[in-house]
């Protein structure tokens, strides 16, 4: 008889291998027939979304972490922009002063 490895995943037992002789096409919860990524520490399966995802708590302190740096990075370039964005503000504004004037003689 064909044995068949699948993976059981809910709120209880977040990630376990199950292995049965009954064929799976597709997912039936609790049972997940796609492996996790082997670069999760913990996996969870999201039903809502369809995908594994880490459960690890070191993992998520990682993520928020970089999701931190990420932010201020972004921080950064927006404080950039905002200092362009004045720049140009007060090119327009001596342009239409020196227009008004009658131009450059």
Do not use: C, R
Not at 48 to 62: M, P, R
């Amino acid at each position: 008889m064909q044995q068949y490895n699948y993976y059981f995943s809910n709120d209880s037992i977040p990630f376990d291998t199950i292995t049965t002789t009954h064929e799976y096409k597709e997912n039936h919860y609790p049972i997940v027939i796609t492996q996790p990524d082997t670069s999760l520490k913990e996996p969870k399966y999201d039903w809502a979304k369809g995908v594994w995802i880490e459960n690890a708590a070191e993992s998520q302190g990682e993520k928020i972490q970089k999701l931190e740096q990420e932010i201020q990075a972004l921080q950064a370039v927006k404080t950039k922009l905002d200092s362009i964005v004045q720049s140009q503000k007060m090119i327009t504004m001596l342009t239409n002063e020196i227009v008004k004037k009658g131009g450059i003689q």
